[in-house]
């Protein structure tokens, strides 16, 4: 594998990040503004510390990962496309509409693939949901239900809308696969005046689908569930449990025909799928779409139809 990959970020996700690329074998370089963490990650991984400026005009690099703060996520990977290189950016893709269409053509002007960090979709528990709903063994997809839901960590620049729901609302437009026609949202701020931190929206498509997103970062307990109703069964994908128990199928009928009428399950089912980190399959995704042997799943395109959506409600 070559060494041709440059994070720039190492801090809560990005040293995630930084790990899986040195994993596989792929990590030139890091950049950090902290100079303390920069030389600690460098000396870790036995990889140039070098600076944004020097890393972008380093003509060895073929790709750039940014874990930076949302608002600098457009004129970064900007930056990075001008010079002739891939960018792998973390969500949201920017935070203005405009920004993410500038993205979009910016990659396109300069032949370079644009990525947006929308885990989810690399994770194999969602690949199989996207199989079991395309084929209809739920039935006909009447209803999703998401929540992302935590206590503890707060952030200050993004408000938990921008922090948590850019994972739900992708997934929920890729199973819809149509544009939204009603986007909605109550939220609630509660630590900090004007900064959300308890949030629902409820997105309805032409189809008559509907969803509904919970997320909360001051909640009592840890979820993070994907409930889908079908018309003959629910799909349940918990993602706090281990992970042999993380996805189930519940099949259902109705019974009763008088006033009172009952739904009754059908023989549960948990379904097993073979374990693999998401994270590092995004990862060797983002090494093949250098390589030129894939296309991003989460492309510009992707990440500006979740933009739409957090814009709408903002």
Same mark, same amino acid.
């Given at each position: 594998m070559k060494k041709n990959i440059a994070v720039v970020g190492c801090g809560h996700w990005g040293k995630n990040l930084v790990r899986?690329?040195?994993?596989? @074998? #792929?990590l030139s370089s890091i950049c950090d503004p902290d100079h303390l963490v920069a030389s600690r990650f460098s000396e870790k991984y036995q990889v140039k510390n070098n600076s944004f400026t020097e890393i972008i005009?380093?003509?060895n690099i073929k790709g750039v990962v940014l874990a930076v703060p949302a608002r600098l996520h457009a004129s970064m990977a900007i930056d990075v496309m001008k010079k002739g290189k891939h960018v792998f950016v973390e969500k949201p893709l920017a935070l203005t509409e405009e920004d993410g269409k500038l993205m979009i053509e910016i990659a396109k002007k300069n032949n370079v693939q644009l990525m947006v960090g929308h885990l989810l979709h690399y994770h194999p528990i969602f690949k199989h949901i996207k199989e079991i709903v395309?084929? @209809?063994?739920? @039935?006909?997809?009447?209803?999703?239900q998401s929540s992302r839901l935590s206590f503890g960590k707060f952030r200050s620049e993004e408000n938990v809308i921008w922090s948590f729901s850019p994972h739900d609302i992708s997934m929920i437009l890729?199973? #819809?696969? %149509?544009k939204p026609k009603i986007v909605k949202c109550n939220s609630k701020s509660v630590i900090k005046k004007d900064h959300a931190d308890i949030a629902?929206? +409820?997105? %309805?498509?032409?189809? @008559?689908?509907?969803?509904? =997103?919970?997320v909360s970062w001051i909640n009592s307990y840890k979820e993070a569930k994907l409930v889908l109703t079908g018309s003959s069964a629910l799909l349940v994908f918990d993602d706090?449990?281990?992970?042999?128990? &993380?996805? &189930? =199928?519940?099949? +259902?009928?109705l019974e009763g025909l008088n006033q009172i009428s009952n739904l009754k399950k059908l023989n549960e089912k948990i379904i097993k799928i073979s374990e693999e980190e998401p994270l590092k399959n995004e990862c060797k995704h983002f090494l093949r779409v250098i390589q030129g042997v894939s296309k991003p799943i989460t492309n510009g395109e992707e990440g500006l139809k979740v933009l739409k959506v957090l814009s709408s409600i903002s």
């Open positions: 899986n690329f040195s994993e596989l @074998g #792929a005009n380093d003509q395309n084929k @209809g063994q739920i @039935g006909k997809l009447e209803h999703i890729s199973l #819809a696969n %149509e629902n929206i +409820y997105i %309805e498509f032409p189809s @008559g689908l509907k969803s509904n =997103i919970s706090t449990k281990p992970w042999d128990e &993380k996805l &189930k =199928i519940l099949p +259902y009928k």
